[in-house]
């Protein structure tokens, strides 16, 4: 296995996925000659032409809609919005266009498309461009919401993104980008609905996505290493569809759970993952499920506030301790 970037990740299984399927296209603003504001399609300009890797102007709206369009008529195109947070303004396009019209139409017309967007704070980019906002888009059904956490993962979901036939919101995290690990070279296509156990234990589960998937592997890593807390980490990968029977099972065998999520706490994520785990692990449960979020404000600019307000390491830790010493399990 190649051990590659999670930027270098997604521009591979681009470009592969556009030289075995010429119905695959590139559409966004400043994807082109400038490269993509984080280099993900560097040098696919020169490699394909415009006609497949098409600069747009700073309008969501109508290139997103542009891309349903091209859907509908049978390509695959992937729209790169420069983050998350741009993605409001092709709101419309996206709840009430992508996501409906296969119902809409009885089935009669798909809308196979990916939408690819960075977010997430720690970058002192500024509460308007640090959201973790993809809650709005996990509750549309009809569209689908991955959230991948490692190169590998990257890989492989962006791989069943393009080749599936409804619209996939493709979710990458800042912070993950220059991040490393092990990729296969033949890229495996992954079922999209499908969580992960990256890491097996017997003492408590810890469920995260994208970073806080990865923060969550590190805790456990940690908690193992230094108390012989065995935790069991549970990667998301998937929003929509949730993988409700992998974290049932999971918190089946710990009986304790505590959430990791990079969103606010109050409607979150793991607010959903909550109530799927009291439906369907509540006479399994040995305390109450635990959630670390962000502070519940628009993210500060100033790095040491900005640093308060996310979720970490630290708290993450902090509720762990907290969730065993309330059932007598810390060593």
Known sequence: MAVITYRQALHDTLREEMLVDEDVFLIGEEIGVFEGSYKITAGLLDEFGEKRVRDTPIAEEGFVGAAVGAAMLGLRPV???????????????????????????????SVPMVMRTPGGGGQQLGATHSQNIELYYAFVPGLKVVAPSTPADARSLLLASIRDNDPVLFLENLSLYNTKGEVPEQAEQVEIGKAAVTRPGSDVTIIGYSRMATVAQQVAEKLADEEGISAEVVDLRSLRPLDRDTLVQSVRKTGCAVIAEDDWLTYGIGAEVAASLSDGAFDYLDVPVRRVAAAEVPLPYAKPLERAALPSADSLTTAVRETLDAVGRRR
Not at 81 to 109: E, P, R, W
Request: aromatic residues 10%; hydrophobic residues 50%.
């Open 79 to 109: 729209a790169e919005l420069m983050t998350i947070n741009f993605s409001l303004i092709a709101l419309d396009q996206i709840v009430n266009h992508a996501a409906k019209i296969y119902g809409m139409f009885g089935g009669q017309c």
